[in-house]
C-alpha cells in the first residue's frame, strides 16, 4: 500500500471511515523524519498491515491532526481505529513502529 499525504480535512474524511490508520506525523525540516520514512513506506507493503491505511501528516501544517494525536516530539508514530486514537509515540525506531501498527491490525 501507498503513503498518502493529507492534510486536516482529509485526515478528519478519514477518520470518520472507522478505518485502522497509521500516522506518521513529520516537518520538513526533520532529519530523522527523513530518515524514518522508507522504513514508514516499507511496513506500508508489509502484509501483516494489509488492513491499515498508512498517512503522512506535516505537523506544522496541519494544528487539528497534530492535536488529535498529542503529538509532542517528530516523527511521531500514531494508531487510530474506528476514528479514535489508540496509541501514539515518538519515535524513528521501526519495532516501537511494528509495536504500535499491531494494536489496530486485524
Keep these: 500500500m501507498a503513503v498518502n499525504v493529507l492534510n486536516d480535512t482529509e485526515f478528519k474524511t478519514l477518520l470518520d471511515s472507522g ?3 497509521a500516522v506518521k506525523y513529520y516537518a520538513d ?5 527523513k ?6 513506506r ?3 507493503e508489509d502484509e501483516r498491515f494489509a ?3 498508512f498517512v503522512d501528516i506535516n505537523a506544522e501544517n496541519n494544528p487539528e491532526s497534530r492535536q488529535l ?9 500514531a494508531v487510530f481505529k474506528d476514528g479514535k486514537l489508540v496509541a501514539g509515540s515518538a519515535t ?3 519495532e516501537k513502529a511494528v509495536e504500535l501498527l499491531n494494536q489496530v491490525a486485524s
Design 51 to 53: 488492513g491499515i491505511q
Design 92 to 94: 524513528s525506531k521501526e
Design 35 to 40: 530518515l524514518f520514512a522508507p522504513k514508514f
Design 29 to 33: 525540516w526533520c532529519g530523522s523524519c
Design 69 to 77: 494525536a498529542g503529538v509532542d516530539n517528530l516523527p511521531f508514530i
Design 19 to 21: 478505518e485502522a490508520i
Design 42 to 44: 516499507r511496513l506500508s
